[in-house]
């Protein structure tokens, strides 16, 4: 099995094209990474679960989602979302991304 390099990367805006949400990227898996029975209930294409997956807080929710990359468009919308946990995962908005910022070593 191959896996595709992730099109997205932490802290970019996207639009989901198959349920039309607006979500800033969290985390991203190479492929698939929940169990087989959460993958069936998803209800995807069998091509989807050997590419990159995303983690992605949706704009004006309180949730976040698990969404294929083939379901994910970049957006031409580059305001700050307004979601609950934004500040957990990131430190500032700078240019339409949004920014992590390095842990200090010790």
Do not use: C
């Amino acid at each position: 099995m191959t896996t595709k390099r992730a099109k997205f990367r932490i802290g970019q805006l996207i639009n989901n094209n198959r349920f039309n949400y607006r979500g800033v990227i969290v985390d991203v898996d190479p492929v698939f990474s929940g169990s087989e029975e959460w993958y069936q209930q998803l209800a995807v294409n069998v091509q989807a679960k050997n590419q990159p997956w995303y983690h992605v807080l949706v704009d004006q929710a309180y949730y976040t989602t698990y969404v294929a990359e083939s379901y994910l468009d970049a957006t031409l919308n580059h305001t700050p979302i307004d979601h609950p946990m934004i500040n957990q995962h990131f430190s500032r908005f700078d240019n339409g991304i949004y920014i992590k910022e390095k842990k200090q070593q010790n």
